[in-house]
């Protein structure tokens, strides 16, 4: 006996094959599909409904072109002068100076990266015509810090004064977590040193 196509296996009484099935249409991004095994060796596969952000982006009608983890992609800070900031880092935080350029924008531009490689910092100062406000390094809304890891507070705060950083606020220790200070950093910057919390005690920082 011939072998049959699964389409020509269900044809009707009068010989013509029976017509394809259309695949099910899903709205881009709502739905995605999944395989399953079941014990006998058979997949099986099914489409429901996707989950998270990228669901409600896809119903609120815009397309989803990638599909990748959100990542912080860098810290960028302004400054009057952008090398001498970009070395005080240097200093303080062991940053490595990738590039230092004037870019087309006019302002001289200092590409960082924090001594983990896991941060890119850059440092740039004023765009041509462009004033910048002045900094602040007193509590605010918006982005007010960022923080570094500390083996020990007392240690860095020191070294840190002697690079002319002030403290603003500790060492603080939070209940159930790490130890904490608050420091001026140039460009009226405001710093966060995070000792790691002793064994047994858990917490986030601020």
């Known amino acids: 006996m011939p072998h049959l196509s699964r389409s020509h296996r269900r044809a009707p009484a009068g010989g013509a094959p029976a017509p394809r099935r259309p695949a099910a249409r899903t709205a881009f ?39 990748m983890a959100f990542r912080i992609n860098h810290i960028h800070l302004k400054s009057p002068d952008p090398r001498k900031t970009a070395e005080w880092y240097v200093r303080a935080f062991n940053f490595k100076i990738m590039s230092d350029e004037t870019r087309v924008f006019g302002d001289r531009f200092v590409r960082c990266q924090s001594e983990d490689g896991g941060m890119a910092v850059n440092i740039s100062g004023a765009r041509t015509g462009e004033k910048l ?41 939070n209940p159930n977590g790490p130890r904490i200070a608050f420091m001026w950093a140039p460009d009226d910057t405001r710093v966060e040193l995070i000792e790691p919390r002793k064994a047994g005690i858990s917490g986030g920082c601020c």
């Open 29 to 67: 991004g709502v739905y995605q599909r999944s395989r399953t095994s079941s014990p006998g060796g058979r997949t099986h596969a099914r489409v429901h409904p996707r989950r998270g952000p990228r669901a409600s982006a896809a119903h609120s009608g815009q397309r989803e072109e990638t599909i």
């Open 133 to 173: 406000g002045p900094g602040d390094a007193s509590p605010h809304h918006g982005l007010e810090h960022f923080g570094f890891d500390s083996t020990h507070l007392e240690t860095d705060i020191k070294r840190l004064e002697g690079l002319g950083a002030r403290l603003l606020e500790g060492p603080i220790q």
